[in-house]
């Protein structure tokens, strides 16, 4: 963990509640799956994020504003921020096979995106699905394509690409692994319909982020660990639903 100033140089909407903020500093050590701890004035509680890209001292984090945290960032179009980072253990791409499947859910698909971008530069074969209630809540489909993944979208109403869920995808794709972050029903789905094994990334509610106080305790397999350290990726194998 490292407590860096970051500059803001961007921050932009993608959609009506989703905003894509771009930020110069140190981002080394910064991988895929991970997520930093922003300070915002005047609250208590750090905001995590997870990071969406990390390149040359660029940080990438897209969020939806959820909360005061995230309706202030929205706000912000220059200044520095106060910011933890290597938090959380991240994916593991060794695992991946030659055709990783990659599967997000709403603010679940920017996590995705720097694994998607490591994985085609190590010359895997990618497919994405990028799961959204409705057409115009979709983000980030051209940034996917543009890195030359096989990119599928899914809507609840059918308004854009394939209509239902992400496990309706699924069904016709062949892959020889699987990275997801999503709301949990949604882990819960890919969890009951993949045929291989995989990462879930979980997103909890956290206190610290780092691991300190306890507060996202989830219980696995192999006993109970914090999502914000030992997370907030967990293999397929340790993941049990009744947490």
């Not at 390149?55 to 897209?62: A, F, N, Q, R």
């Not at 509610?205 to 999502?227: D, H, L, Q």
């Amino acid at each position: 963990m490292k407590q860096l100033d970051f500059k803001i140089t961007e921050n932009i909407p993608l959609t009506d509640d989703v905003f894509k903020m771009t930020l110069e500093g140190d981002t080394t050590g910064i991988k895929c799956g991970q997520f930093v701890n922003i300070k915002l004035d005047g609250l208590y509680l750090r905001r995590p994020i997870s990071v969406c890209d990390c390149e040359d001292g660029v940080l990438t984090l897209v969020y939806k504003v959820v909360g005061k945290g995230t309706e202030a960032m929205s706000k912000m179009k220059e200044g520095t921020l106060d910011i933890l980072t290597e938090l959380g253990n991240g994916y593991d791409l060794s695992l991946s096979g030659e055709n990783p499947l990659l599967i997000g859910g709403g603010v679940g698909v920017p996590p995705l995106y720097l694994a998607a971008k490591k994985l085609i530069n190590e010359g895997k074969k990618v497919s994405v699905i990028l799961g959204f209630n409705k057409a115009n809540e979709i983000f980030y489909y051209d940034e996917f394509k543009a890195l030359g993944a096989d990119v599928y979208i899914t809507t609840v109403d059918g308004s854009k690409g394939i209509k239902g869920f992400v496990t309706n995808a699924m069904e016709t794709l062949d892959y020889s692994y699987i990275y997801t972050c999503g709301p949990e029903p949604m882990l819960k789905a890919v969890f009951t319909a993949s045929k291989t094994s995989g990462q879930f990334s979980f997103e909890e509610r956290m206190g610290c982020g780092f691991g300190a106080c306890m507060g996202c305790s989830c219980k696995t397999v192999t006993g109970y660990k914090r999502i914000c350290k030992d997370g907030p990726v967990l293999k397929k194998e340790e993941i049990l639903w009744e947490r």
